[in-house]
Nanobody
């Protein structure tokens, strides 16, 4: 089992930037596929971005491509989400998640939340207009 702790959320004005971090412990981080999801009030959890264990492949929600960047540092057991040009509709709780999935993960490009085995508690991001 992997323990995941997100940080870096907060309140930011529209057009601003935030960098979320997710620190992992309890497993070999370099073998984990990682993803970010978010959930806004009254809405279902939605896929944001994913990165393969080596960092060789990156996947994004189409609507966020170009503004958000996922990356990882396997030496620090941490995955990041850089969010630029934030909009009020980006307001949500952001969760990181870890997956041991192989082929199914690649086929779904990390978009299927059911392929993730462990989740963090989430960090709130609020974007004011």
């Amino acid at each position: 089992q992997v323990q995941l702790v997100e940080s870096g959320g907060g309140l930011v004005q529209a057009g601003g930037s935030l960098r979320l971090s997710c620190a992992a412990s309890g497993s070999t981080f370099s073998s984990l596929q990682m993803g970010w999801f978010r959930q806004a009030p009254g809405k279902e959890r939605e896929f944001v971005a994913a990165i393969t264990y080596s960092g060789g492949s990156l996947y994004y929600a189409d609507s966020l491509k170009g503004r958000f960047t996922i990356s990882r540092d396997n030496a620090k057991n941490t995955v990041y989400l850089q969010m630029n040009n934030l909009k009020p509709e980006d307001t949500a709780v952001y969760y990181c998640a870890a997956s041991l999935s192989g082929s199914p993960f690649y086929l779904s490009q990390g978009r299927n939340s059911r392929q993730y085995d462990d989740w963090g508690q989430g960090t709130q991001v609020t974007v004011s207009s």
